[in-house]
């Protein structure tokens, strides 16, 4: 678990009818904050923007691989429920045969 959501956790734990605008102001007042979306933006910007073009292709290429294994195993797992309703099609066939 993250830090901030223990401490979240911590503060409604022993303030469970607190507000959300109490927590904030007990963040700050205790010398916290929270990102904001900024924040997480620049931040992961800045990470972007100190990577070397080699590194940034070898993240390509992984997400580009563990695309294709996850469309696989999704194909997959279709291909299993098709063909486990097809034995069972058959099979409600076979039992109907001498009705």
């Not at 979240?8 to 916290?32: K, M, R, T, V």
């Not at 294994?69 to 098709?82: F, K, L, P, V």
Request: hydrophobic share 25%.
């Amino acid at each position: 678990m993250g830090k901030m959501k223990e401490i979240y956790n911590h503060y409604f734990n022993e303030h469970p009818d607190a507000s959300d605008a109490e927590y904030q102001d007990w963040l700050h007042s205790n010398g916290l904050t929270t990102a904001t979306q900024e924040d997480k933006e620049s931040q992961h910007d800045a990470w972007w923007n100190s990577l070397t073009d080699e590194q940034k292709q070898q993240l390509y290429e992984e997400q580009e691989s563990y695309e294709k294994e996850r469309i696989e195993r999704e194909m997959d797992e279709i291909q299993y429920i098709e063909d486990r309703m097809d034995i069972e099609d058959e099979m409600n066939h076979d039992l109907s045969f001498g009705k």
